[in-house]
């Protein structure tokens, strides 16, 4: 079977036996990740421009090591730098960036759709590195590598996510790919940061308690409260928030002795995560980070159509 997407644009639109493809071809990649030299030739030849209007450290850096790593020439734009200040439009940025011939756009912008907008009005492929409050499809495919490396299989497991799931675009992604996969979702958080429906997007439960939630989960997913979104205060304050939704050494007990803790960073010690529980045993947090760079060569190489992973 080979891979008929030519963009990334959200997992919504994927299957279970692309998700299945993407893990695989990570997990084939991720040896080249330990080699004394980190290159391989699949990509030569192709531009990878990586267009990031948000900021980022994780999923920026390790799309430009993936693409430098499969031996693509990938270059960098943000916001800040970029003519967006003197406002051109996204349309016409996109339209001048393509001009150059690249093969692949990677973007992160603001705006929900933000990528769908783009790969209707460009030639070239699209990957979304996030877009506003929708998805992160890459985000939570490192999470998928990273469970299925831990708890062997995804299917049958409890996977609690707790935080701030109105703005989370790692959520949405998450409940697609994890309930694809036969997961159960456990979703958390405070009401004021719950939105009506959510359940309606896979095989979701709804939580208000985090000591129902957590419960006996296999997997415990921590999520940042995502100030930068929020329009309204929607807690009293971080001090009451950490009471009732942070992942502490208490707390995490109530979870399967043998589960993981996540977290898609950045980390708030202290708010949502004690850093006890972040720098303890049943962390994987840099792991996802690791997976993110072997998950990300997978999409560059899936969506460019090139024939052979080329990875001897
Ligand atoms: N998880 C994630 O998207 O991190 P960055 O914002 O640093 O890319």
């Known amino acids: 079977m080979s891979f008929q997407h030519k963009h990334i644009l959200g997992i919504e639109q994927l299957s279970s036996e692309d998700i299945q493809m993407i893990l695989d071809t990570g997990d084939a990649f991720k040896e080249v990740n330990t080699r004394d030299i980190k290159k391989v030739p699949t990509l030569r030849g192709k531009t990878i421009i990586n267009a990031f209007f948000e900021a980022s450290t994780r999923t920026r850096l390790s799309f430009e090591i993936a693409g430098k790593r499969l031996s693509a020439d990938t270059v960098n734009i943000s916001g800040s730098t970029s003519s967006v200040v003197k406002g051109e439009t996204l349309e016409d ?51 998928l590598m990273t469970i299925r490396e831990h708890k062997g299989s995804i299917e049958g497991l409890e996977v609690a996510i707790v935080g701030d799931i109105t703005h989370s675009r790692v959520v949405r992604s998450n409940i697609y790919a994890l309930s694809k996969m036969g997961a159960k979702v456990r979703l958390c ?24 939630a957590i419960q006996d989960a296999d997997v415990v997913m921590m999520l940042r409260i995502q100030m930068e979104r929020q329009s309204n205060i929607m807690l009293p304050s971080l001090r009451e928030y ?13 979870a399967k002795p ?26 994987v947090i840099l792991d996802q980070v690791e997976n993110g760079v072997a998950v990300r060569m997978a999409l560059l190489y899936l969506v460019s159509g090139v024939e052979s992973m080329q990875t001897k």
């Open 93 to 143: 940025t996109a339209k001048n960036i393509e001009a150059m011939a690249p093969d692949i756009i990677v973007i992160r912008h603001g705006h929900s759709g933000s990528a769908h907008y783009l790969a209707e009005r460009v030639d070239c492929s699209i990957i979304n590195a996030g877009d506003g409050a929708h998805e992160h499809p890459s985000q939570a495919l490192l999470d």
């Open 189 to 212: 958080g405070p009401g004021t940061m719950l939105p009506i429906g959510i359940e309606r997007l896979g095989n979701v439960e709804v939580f208000t308690d985090m000591r129902d």
């Open 242 to 254: 950490a009471r009732f939704y942070g992942l502490n050494p208490t707390n995490v007990q109530l």
């Open 258 to 283: 043998d589960a993981i803790v996540m977290h898609p960073g950045p980390i708030n010690r202290g708010v949502e995560i004690s850093s006890v529980v972040a720098d303890g045993v049943q962390n």
